[in-house]
């Protein structure tokens, strides 16, 4: 590819503008992923994630970094790496969670599904709505499912289901018994944004230490 100059890298931002529109009007859906596609199909992988990462703005991205915070305070108490924020329509940190599945022996301990419980029993109907969810990774079924039916607003996750799914599909991780289908064929007409390239990487290699941490990958099998 033909190497973009200073100008044309300001064009291709300011079609990141309709791209960010783009999101907040289809969620993370097939025809938004075909036209976000569309619009990069010709910018380099810096710059694609160049403009994926400009559609947050500062406070969000450093709520994001919390959540990688929790992720691994999660990971360093022998928990799953994820770690979830709500924060209300004006701003302010109503609650946080990490994982907490190995240390309390219940697989349903997820940070996503305390937060829409906590949300319930504390806010109105009209607060619930107008909140967001950030998350270091993509909510679960059970949890997409615990937002939808408690009218939460917005998710904004760092990593994918799919992601997720392919990484420990590499490191020869059994699949979950649950199907990781992401969050817009659980909560159809929910607002969600994700993933954000320069922190995925890092909850990658949270969840390679957690699983090398168990022995993952397994050695190949003797002849």
Request: hydrophobic letters at 40%; aromatic letters at 6%; a neutral charge.
């Amino acid at each position: 590819m033909v190497k973009q100059t200073r100008r044309q890298f300001i064009a291709s931002a300011a079609a990141s503008v309709s791209l960010f529109a783009l999101g907040r009007s289809y969620g993370s859906t097939p025809e938004y992923e075909s036209k976000r596609n569309t619009m990069t199909k010709d910018l380099s992988e810096s710059e694609s994630q160049y403009l994926e990462t400009i559609m947050l703005n500062d406070v969000e991205l450093r709520h994001l970094r919390r959540c990688v915070e929790l992720a691994t305070e999660a990971l360093n108490a022998g928990d799953e790496p994820f770690g979830s924020v709500l924060v209300s329509a004006n701003g302010t940190v109503l609650v946080e969670d990490r994982n907490h599945v190995v240390t309390s022996g219940d697989r349903t301990r997820h940070p996503e599904l305390k937060i829409a419980l906590w949300a319930a029993a504390n806010m109105s109907p009209e607060e619930r709505a107008k909140a967001t969810v950030f998350t270091s990774g993509e909510h679960c079924p059970m949890c997409a499912a615990a937002h939808g039916w408690t009218g939460l607003g917005r998710i904004v996750y760092v990593s994918s289901s799919r992601q997720l799914a392919a990484w420990l599909a590499e490191l020869g991780v059994p699949p979950s018994p649950v199907r990781p289908l992401p969050i817009h064929e659980i909560v159809p007409d929910l607002m969600v944004e994700g993933p954000v390239p320069g922190l995925a990487e890092q909850v990658h290699d949270l969840h390679r230490r957690f699983y090398s941490s168990r022995g993952f990958p397994k050695p190949a099998a003797a002849k």
